[in-house]
Nanobody
Framework: QVQLVESGGGLVQAGGSLRLSCAAS????????IDWYRQAPGKQRELVAT???????HYADSVKGRFTISRDNAKNTVYLQMNSLKPEDTAVYYC?????????WGQGTQVTVSS
């Protein structure tokens, strides 16, 4: 079992920055992949960024160059640094952990970008 708690969302103006955190209940060094997803109203949930246990990263084209995913194994936390935010980044952001073939989701954190 892995419990995930996201934090750091909020309201920001276009062009601003936010850093999301995903705190895990167990050592993230044992978690093979951690993803950030987002879901905007009326839209499907989409993959935003991925980080593996060996720090390989992947980003959706829509956020490349603006978002950075990172992990701090000592704090059991994965971060999503979001810069140059746009109104279309408005969504609920979720982290997901993949471990031993199972997936675990957090409850999400709301990000709202005003124009």
């Amino acid at each position: 079992q892995v419990q995930l708690v996201e934090s750091g969302g909020g309201l920001v103006q276009a062009g601003g920055s936010l850093r999301l955190s995903c705190a895990a209940s167990r050592g993230i060094s044992s978690i093979s992949v951690i993803d950030w997803y987002r879901q905007a109203p009326g839209k499907q949930r989409e993959l935003v960024a991925t980080i593996t246990s060996v720090d390989n990263t992947h980003y959706a084209d829509s956020v490349k160059g603006r978002f950075t995913i990172s992990r701090d194994n000592a704090k059991n936390t994965v971060y999503l640094q979001m810069n140059s935010l746009k109104p279309e980044d408005t969504a609920v952001y979720y982290c997901r952990a993949s471990r031993t073939g199972l997936y675990y989701w957090g409850q999400g954190t709301q990000v709202t970008v005003s124009s």
